[in-house]
T-cell receptor, first 115, second 115 residues
Framework: DAGVIQSPRHEVTEMGQEVTLRCKPI?????LFWYRQTMMRGLELLIY????????DSGMPEDRFSAKMPNASFSTLKIQPSEPRDSAVYFC?????????????FGDGTRLSIL | AQSVTQPDIHITVSEGASLELRCNYS??????LFWYVQSPGQGLQLLLK??????LVQGIKGFEAEFKRSQSSFNLRKPSVHWSDAAEYFC?????????????FGKGTKLSVKP
């Protein structure tokens, strides 16, 4: 079974540039989560969707961050303009909610470096 | 406030030795409990989960965890550690009936394995 697929795996760009991270959740899952992981702050939930609708975006750090889920099989996290402090590993996860509260399945992440 | 605490930031054990990683939670009622493992450069992988029933839970890769209500703990154990177990381990909790968007992670415990 294909797991959660994220692209790109690595991204290096200069500050001020727009960055778009992509995620394909596991087929049939109805919830999708975006996390950021840094040494200083650990794993932080940025936003999560249920049935393609954003449910909680309170973790999104600033207006520079935005996330969309146009359909059940695709989501993007965009940073515009990017800053060096955005450098982190960004994870996408998905789960099937409503049936036994199944756990989240994580992608391998996108390692983002903003120069 | 709800919280998950992993008291040990870093643990080193010898290959073949037993392992116990500690996790304590603070919730009004017994939450759902999870252990995840993160190998370098990869996302989090679910090791095991506890929802109810038998307090000793078996997981993948030879891991088990024991739920102790009296101690608000959910410690992860393995009788004999292999070098490939070197990774970071995260305990997580979710209030009963809650959405996965409310999952709370501990700060993680990094496991090093000596030959």
């Amino acid at each position: 079974d294909a797991g959660v697929i994220q692209s790109p795996r690595h991204e290096v760009t200069e500050m001020g540039q727009e960055v778009t991270l992509r995620c394909k959740p596991i087929s049939g899952h109805n919830s999708l989560f975006w996390y950021r992981q840094t040494m200083m702050r650990g794993l932080e939930l940025l936003i999560y969707f249920n049935n393609n609708v954003p449910i909680d975006d309170s973790g999104m750090p600033e207006d520079r961050f935005s996330a969309k889920m146009p359909n059940a099989s695709f989501s993007t996290l965009k940073i515009q303009p990017s800053e060096p402090r955005d450098s982190a590993v960004y994870f996408c996860a998905s789960s099937l909610e409503g049936e036994g509260n199944q756990p989240q399945h994580f992608g391998d992440g996108t390692r983002l470096s903003i120069l | 406030a709800q919280s998950v605490t992993q008291p040990d930031i870093h643990i080193t054990v010898s290959e073949g030795a037993s392992l116990e990683l500690r996790c304590n939670y603070s919730y009004g009622a017994t939450p759902y409990l999870f252990w995840y493992v993160q190998s370098p450069g990869q996302g989090l992988q679910l090791l095991l989960k506890y929802f109810s029933g038998d307090t000793l839970v078996q997981g993948i890769k030879g891991f088990e965890a024991e739920f102790k209500r009296s101690q608000s703990s959910f410690n992860l154990r393995k009788p004999s550690v292999h070098w490939s177990d070197a990774a970071e381990y995260f305990c997580a909790a979710l209030g009963y009936g809650g959405s996965q968007g409310n999952l709370i992670f501990g700060k993680g415990t990094k496991l090093s394995v000596k030959p």
